[in-house]
C-alpha cells in the first residue's frame, strides 16, 4: 500500500543529501554502458524498490521536477542553455525510504529532441528509461497537441522493439496488454500552461479527463491516432498534471535553479507541491512478472538491457528478468560466503584451535546466517533457479566448514606440541640433563604422570589425544632409556674415578718436591726477561718524543688573514647599501619572469619583498599561461638554502631545459632553493641577476644570522676570510664569510660610513689585493 508514502521534508533547502551518478552512458556511437560506480550503489540497496524516472524534450525543466520530489532546490544539474546537461540516465546516489520495506530511486534522462544526439539515441534513453521505472512522468510544455503527441511517438518504437519473452513475432493486441503489465504507470506533466480545463461545453473537468479527451481519436489524423491508442493500450494506469510559469519574466527561467523557491509564482509552487504528493501518494514497487525488484536486479536488468540494445537485439522484459535474478543470486551467494568466512575468522583466527564440538556449533551458525542472506526478501524461494543456488551455496559451506576443520586441526596439532614440548622442557628434560636429579626410574615415571595431567588441562582441540598418545608417548619411552643408561654410566664413572684419583695421590707424593724447585727457577728467568724488554720499551718511547718535539718545532708558522678589517669593513659597506637600494627598488616591484616547471615557458612577474625585508614575494602579471597554482608564491628569506645559478648544479640546468629555445639567457636565470619547492627567476639582464644576487644574500643572512646565530660564531677568529671571486654561487646552508655575517646583522654593527671616495678606494684596494678587479663596481654618491 502506498497510502502512508511521504514525501522528504524539504525545508532544509536548497541542498539534498547525496549526489547524482551516472547510472547508464550511452556513447556517440550509441552504445549504451552501466557505469559500475551506479550499479554499485544499486547493489547495496536491499529490500523492495521504486523508481522514478522522469523523460520529455531538452530543456522542459525534468531536473527541476526531480529535485522537488528530493525536496532540495539543488541536486540534479539545470543548466541555462541549450545544451543538454544531463548524458545518458543518472540516478540519485541515496535512497529514499519511503515506507517500511520501500525505497525509491530517481531517474533522470538525457534530453530528447537534442541536436547533439540522434533520433536512435533518443528511442534507447526513452526505452531505458520506461523499462526501469515503476512511475513514469514524461514532462512537455504546454498543451496537449498534435506536435506533442508527434513528439511522443516514441511510444510506437517501444511498442515495436521491446518484447516480453524473446523470439515474439508481430504484435497483437493481446502481446501489447501483457507488456502493459510491465510498464510503469504513467504521469504526464503539462509546463507552462495557461488553458482552462473545460470540455467542449464548457463544464469543467480535471487534468486526468482532459488526458482522456486528447487520446481520443481524431478524424483524418491516423499517425497521431496510433500513437493515441498505444498510449492507452501501453499505459492503461495513467494521469496528468498542469503546471503555470512558474516566473512572469522569461529571462528568469534561464537560472531557476538558483531562484529562492519562495520568489517562484505561488500559484506554479501550489501545483508542484501537489504534483509532489501525487507522485508519493501512488508509489508502487517496480514489479516483473508479479515479483518486486532489489536494487541489485535493478542493475542487473539494466546491464541485460544494454546489452540487448549494443547487440542490435530486441530487449526481452523475461529474458533481462531470468538474468538479472540469476546475477542477484550470483551475488548473494558470493556475499553469504563472505559472510560465513568472516563469521568463523571472528570465532578462529587461525591461532587459537576450537574445540571440534564449538566449531561444528559455529559452522551451523554461520551457516544458517549465510542461507539467511540467499532467503532474503525479493526472489522466489520455490523457484528452481534459487533452489538451484542454495544447493552450490550449501556446497560451498560445506567445503569451506571441511577446510576450516583442516586448518583447526593444524593449528591444534602446532599448538598442542608446543604446550608438550614447553612441558617436556621444563619437567622433564632439564632435570635428564642434570645428571644425578633422578634417583631411579620411578621419580620419572612419576613427573611424567604430574606433565600428563597438566597437559590435558593446557591443550585444546581435536588434536590433543593424537599429540598425547604418539608424540608424548614416544618421548617418555626415550626419557626412561635415556635414564637408565645415565644411571648405569654414571655407576660406572664413580668406580673409574676413585681408582684415578689413588692413581694420581700416588704419582703427586713422588713427584712433588721437584716439581716446586723447577716452579721456583722458571719464575726467576721469566722476571728478569719482563726488566730487560721494559727498559728497552723505555729507550724507544724517549727517542720518539724528542723526533716529535723536532718536528713540531720546524712546522711553517701559518699566514695572516688575507682580507684586512678597514677593507672587509668598506665591503660590508658596500654591500649593504647594495641590499638597500634593492629594497628601494623593488617597492613597486622588480619585473622579471617565473619558469613554469611544467614546461610551458617563462610567466611575467614582479618581485618585492614585505615591510620587514624578511620575505621575497612573487607576483604574477596578467597572462594567458599563468596557471593559480604557480602564482603568487612568497618564500620567507631564513628559509633560503641555496642561491643556484645555471651553471652551479645539475637542479638549475634542469630548469633552464625546461624553457623553450630563445626564451632567456642561461646568463639570467637563478633558482632559489626553498620550501616548499625550488623557485626560477629570469632578470632582464646577467648584471641584474648579479646585483640582485649580491644583494640577497646579504638579507638571507640577515634572516640566517637571527634565525642560527651559531653560524656566525663558527667564523674563524683572528681575521676575516675572503669572500670568494664572485657570488653567482652563493651556498648559503655552508658557513657563512664573515664579512657577509657582519653585513648581515644590521647597519648598527657596521663601521661608520665613509664618503663614496674613500669607500671606493677601499673596494679598489680590495679588488687588486684578491684579484677581483673585474668584478669591482664604484660607488654611486
Known amino acids: 500500500s ?89 540516478i540519485w546516489d541515496r535512497p529514499i ?106 463544464t469543467a473537468i480535471s487534468e486526468k479527463d482532459y488526458l482522456e479527451h486528447a487520446l481520443k481519436p481524431v478524424s483524418g489524423q491516423e499517425d497521431k491516432n496510433r500513437v ?35 520568489s517562484l509564482r505561488p500559484k506554479f509552487r501550489e501545483k508542484v507541491e501537489v504534483f509532489v504528493e501525487k507522485v508519493y501518494a501512488t508509489l508502487k514497487p517496480k514489479l516483473v512478472g508479479g515479483t518486486a525488484v532489489s536494487g541489485a536486479t535493478l542493475a542487473g536488468l539494466a546491464l541485460e538491457y544494454c546489452g540487448a540494445i549494443n547487440r542490435g537485439a530486441v530487449p526481452a522484459i523475461q529474458s533481462a528478468w531470468v538474468a538479472a535474478a540469476e546475477r542477484e543470486l550470483r551475488l548473494r551467494r558470493a556475499a553469504a560466503l563472505r559472510a560465513y568466512r568472516a563469521r568463523l575468522r571472528a570465532e578462529f583466527d587461525g591461532q587459537v584451535p576450537l574445540s571440534e564440538e564449538w566449531l561444528r556449533t559455529l559452522h551451523e551458525a554461520a551457516s544458517a546466517e549465510a542461507l539467511a542472506l540467499l532467503a532474503a526478501p525479493g526472489l522466489d524461494a520455490s523457484d528452481e533457479r534459487t533452489w538451484a543456488c542454495r544447493e552450490e551455496l550449501v556446497r560451498g559451506l560445506a567445503g569451506l566448514y571441511e577446510q576450516a576443520r583442516a586448518d583447526n586441526l593444524a593449528t591444534s596439532s602446532s599448538a598442542c606440541k608446543r604446550v608438550a614440548a614447553k612441558l617436556y622442557e621444563e619437567r622433564i628434560l632439564c632435570k635428564l640433563d642434570a645428571p644425578g636429579t633422578y634417583g631411579s626410574v620411578q621419580e620419572l615415571i ?53 681408582q684415578q684419583r689413588v692413581h694420581e695421590a700416588e704419582a703427586r707424593s713422588m713427584h712433588v718436591s721437584s716439581t716446586i724447585q723447577s716452579e721456583r727457577s722458571e719464575q ?36 695572516p688573514p688575507s682580507v684586512p678589517p678597514h677593507v672587509a669593513a668598506a665591503m660590508v659597506s658596500h654591500m649593504w647599501r647594495r641590499a638597500r637600494c634593492l629594497i628601494c627598488r623593488a617597492q613597486h616591484g622588480l619585473p622579471c619572469r617565473v619558469v613554469d616547471p611544467a614546461g610551458s615557458g617563462a610567466i611575467p612577474a614582479r618581485c618585492r619583498f614585505n615591510a620587514e625585508a624578511e620575505v621575497l614575494m612573487v607576483e604574477g602579471l596578467p597572462s594567458p599561461n599563468c596557471r593559480p597554482e604557480l602564482l603568487p608564491q612568497r618564500r620567507p628569506l631564513r628559509d633560503v638554502r641555496n642561491i643556484w645559478v645555471c651553471a652551479d648544479s645539475e637542479l638549475a640546468r634542469c630548469a633552464h631545459r625546461v624553457l623553450p629555445r630563445g626564451v632567456a639567457d642561461a646568463g ?61 654561487s652563493v651556498h648559503i646552508s655552508g658557513p657563512i664569510c664573515a664579512w657577509l655575517a657582519q ?29 677581483m678587479s673585474e668584478f669591482w663596481h664604484p660607488l654611486e654618491s
Open 228 to 262: 493515441r491508442s498505444t498510449i492507452k493500450e501501453l499505459f492503461p494506469d495513467r494521469d496528468c498534471m498542469t503546471l503555470a510559469r512558474p516566473v512572469a519574466d522569461e529571462g528568469y527561467l534561464r537560472v531557476l535553479q538558483r531562484l529562492p523557491y519562495e
Open 668 to 728: 639570467c636565470l637563478l633558482l632559489l632553493d626553498a620550501p616548499p619547492r625550488p623557485l626560477g627567476l629570469i632578470l632582464h639582464s646577467t648584471q641584474a641577476r648579479e646585483d640582485f644576487l649580491d644583494s640577497l644574500a646579504v638579507l638571507i643572512a640577515v634572516q640566517r644570522s637571527r634565525k642560527e646565530p651559531e653560524l656566525v660564531q663558527r667564523c674563524s677568529p683572528g681575521g676575516l676570510r675572503p669572500p670568494g671571486l664572485s657570488l653567482q
Open 446 to 498: 612419576g613427573d611424567w604422570g604430574q606433565l600428563r595431567q597438566e597437559y590435558m588441562q593446557m591443550s585444546l582441540g581435536p588434536a590433543q589425544g593424537e599429540v598425547l598418545s604418539a608424540w608424548l608417548f614416544q618421548q617418555m619411552t626415550e626419557s626412561v632409556q635415556k635414564l637408565s643408561r645415565d644411571i648405569q654410566n654414571a655407576t660406572d664413572q664413580r668406580c673409574s674415578d676413585m
Open 2 to 90: 502506498s497510502a502512508n508514502l511521504k514525501p522528504p521534508c524539504a525545508d532544509a533547502m536548497p541542498a539534498a543529501s547525496g549526489n547524482p551518478v551516472q547510472l547508464i552512458r550511452v556513447d556517440d556511437d550509441g552504445k549504451c554502458h552501466l557505469q559500475d560506480s551506479a550499479a554499485a550503489v544499486l547493489n547495496q540497496i536491499q529490500g523492495r524498490l521504486a523508481v522514478v524516472g522522469i523523460a520529455g524534450l531538452a530543456r522542459t525543466g525534468k531536473s527541476f521536477l526531480l529535485n522537488r520530489l528530493l525536496g532540495s532546490q539543488a541536486g540534479f544539474e539545470i543548466g541555462p542553455s541549450v545544451n543538454p546537461c544531463t548524458k545518458g540516465l543518472w
Open 97 to 202: 525510504q519511503v515506507g517500511p520495506d520501500l525505497q525509491c530511486v530517481f531517474l533522470d534522462t538525457e534530453g530528447l529532441g537534442s541536436t547533439q544526439r540522434t533520433a536512435s539515441c533518443d528511442m534507447q534513453v526513452f526505452s531505458l528509461c520506461v523499462l526501469l521505472s515503476s512511475c513514469f512522468i514524461y514532462n512537455s510544455v504546454g498543451a496537449i497537441d498534435e506536435q506533442s503527441l508527434e513528439d511522443l511517438n516514441l511510444v510506437l518504437h517501444l511498442a515495436k522493439n521491446v518484447h516480453v519473452r524473446s523470439g515474439a513475432g508481430d504484435r497483437s493486441s493481446e502481446e501489447l496488454s501483457e507488456l502493459a503489465r510491465h510498464l510503469p504507470a504513467l504521469l504526464w506533466v503539462l509546463r507552462d500552461f495557461f488553458l482552462r480545463l473545460v470540455d467542449e461545453h464548457g
Open 743 to 771: 653585513a648581515g646583522q644590521g647597519e648598527e654593527l657596521l663601521v661608520p660610513p665613509e664618503s663614496s671616495s674613500a669607500t671606493n678606494s677601499a673596494l679598489r684596494e680590495a679588488a687588486e689585493t684578491l684579484g
Open 524 to 559: 726467576r728467568e721469566a722476571l728478569e726477561l719482563a726488566q730487560q724488554q721494559w727498559l728497552q720499551e723505555r729507550r724507544q718511547l724517549e727517542r720518539q718524543l724528542q723526533e716529535a718535539k723536532h718536528q713540531v718545532a720546524m712546522l711553517p708558522q701559518l699566514p
